[in-house]
Every structure is written in structure tokens, then in C-alpha cells.
């Protein structure tokens, strides 16, 4: 089976899975929305009244140190708080690919089943990220000391080709661990690091076949765009489910079959 054939038949079983039961993963991305929005609006306003405006003021104002890290600190708990809402909404899609029960309730899975292990994961991948750009923000840093000498030219070309390196690596490593998030749903016991572990033994072979699905959404997400992102209703959990499926091939439990792809 080629890459295409495999991805159009993963997608072929999620429309399949979804058709008539879209209902509630609908109902659960609109609701992480709706408290990513709501929870994130205060901090938003606090951002243009401490942050943006004495920037861009013409006085020139300082922009208080505290302020930076409030505003940080609340983004990056609303990011968790997103992503632990996101895992129940995964938890609800997985179950429903089974035919298990699957409940509005699921959709907090995630705060009562070890929080704390979905949390390492992202601060792990967030900081393998930064160490990964580090040479190119120093590099970055470096052109405004050399920019009047000989030598900013070759920190251009050094900023540009760590940049490429570290995205590289990025998603290398965001692809390679991207099962850890499924294999906790289905192992809870399992520790961090030997889910992360098992998510790159899954992944040997198959980083390219993942990188192509992604890609092949780049069409439809473009498409929500046009509908002001009410699309992604319908879309995301679309997309899940094609992914939860990919991983429940890998993991072998189910098999999947060239001839049962979908036009």
C-alpha cells in the first residue's frame, strides 16, 4: 500500500466513523473554544494596556518586567489548559472509533488521569524545541553586534541555515512523538519517558507517511480560513480521528486494507 492509498483510506474510516455521530465532537472543540476565548480575553486586554500601547507610545513608556511574565505565565496556562481539554477531546474520539461509550464527561479526561504526564510531554517538546533554535537566536543576537563589519553577511547565512536546521529538527521530533499523547489514553501506567520512548519506536519508518498526512490537510485548513474558522468545527475532529486512526494501525489493532479506500 503506498502513502497516498494509506492516507486516503485512514480518511476514508474517519468519515465513515463520524457520519452521523459528529454531534459531540462538535459540541467539544466549540466548547475548548469558547473557554480557551473566554479565559484568555482578560489577559488579552491586559496585554494591549501594559505591554502594546507603552510600546508603541510615543513618550516611549517603560514596560514593567512584571507585566512580561504575568502575561507569559497566563498564556502558557491557558496552553496547558487547552491541551489537557484537547486530550479528552481525543479521548472522546477514540472511544467512539472503537464503539465505546463515549460522554460529554470524557472531554475532562484528562485533569483526572495523570495532568501531570500530558504536561511533561509539552514542556518536554517545548524545550527540545528552544535548544533547537538556541544556535539560531544566537546567531540572530549576533548580527546586531556585527552589522557595521565584514562579518554580518556570514552571520545572515548562519541565522538562516540554523533556522532551516532547528525547524528541521523540530518536526522530526514533534512527528516522532506524536503517538505519546494516544499511547497515555491507552496505558495510563505508562511512565513519560517510556511513552515518549514507545512513540518513536511506533514512528521508525513511518515519520514520512505522518509528514504526508499532515500535508494533505493543508487544503481543507485552508479552506476553513474562508469560513472565519467555523469550518474547524467540523474539521478538527475530522482530522483527529484520520491521526487516531493512523495510530491504531501502527499499533496493529486494526489492519488496514487498500481496497477499503475511499474517493
Not at 468545527?233 to 486494526?254: D, K
Request: charge should be positive.
Amino acid at each position: 500500500m503506498t502513502t497516498g492509498q494509506l492516507s486516503k483510506t485512514l480518511k476514508g474510516y474517519a468519515r465513515t466513523t463520524l457520519n452521523n455521530n459528529y454531534t459531540l465532537p462538535v459540541i467539544s472543540y466549540l466548547f475548548i473554544s469558547l473557554v480557551y476565548s473566554t479565559v484568555s480575553y482578560p489577559f488579552e486586554i491586559y496585554f494591549q494596556r501594559t505591554v502594546q500601547l507603552p510600546l508603541l507610545s510615543k513618550e516611549g513608556s517603560q514596560v514593567s518586567l512584571f507585566s512580561l511574565v504575568v502575561y507569559f505565565a497566563a498564556m502558557l496556562f491557558l496552553a496547558f489548559l487547552a491541551m489537557l481539554l484537547q486530550v479528552g477531546l481525543c479521548k472522546i474520539l477514540l472511544n467512539l472509533s472503537r464503539k465505546d461509550e463515549f460522554q460529554f464527561q470524557l472531554l475532562f479526561y484528562a485533569f483526572s488521569h495523570h495532568p501531570d504526564k500530558y504536561i511533561l510531554v509539552a514542556l518536554y517538546l517545548m524545550a527540545m524545541s528552544f535548544f533547537a533554535m538556541l544556535p539560531c537566536i544566537v546567531c540572530f543576537l549576533c548580527l546586531f553586534v556585527f552589522q557595521a563589519r565584514s562579518l554580518f553577511p556570514f552571520f545572515i547565512f548562519l541565522t538562516v541555515t540554523t533556522a532551516l536546521l532547528g525547524s528541521i529538527y523540530i518536526i522530526r521530533l514533534s512527528l516522532g512523538c506524536s503517538l505519546t499523547q494516544y499511547l497515555l489514553l491507552d496505558f495510563p501506567e505508562l511512565s513519560v519517558t517510556h511513552a515518549l520512548s514507545e512513540s518513536r519506536r511506533l514512528m521508525e519508518g513511518n515519520i514520512g507517511t505522518l509528514f504526508y498526512l499532515h500535508c494533505s490537510f493543508w487544503g481543507i485548513l485552508f479552506l476553513s480560513v474562508l469560513t472565519f474558522g467555523i469550518s474547524l468545527l467540523w474539521t478538527v475532529p475530522y482530522i483527529t480521528m484520520t491521526y487516531i486512526y493512523f495510530y491504531r494501525h501502527l499499533t496493529r489493532e486494526i489492519q488496514i486494507n487498500v481496497y477499503d479506500s475511499y474517493d
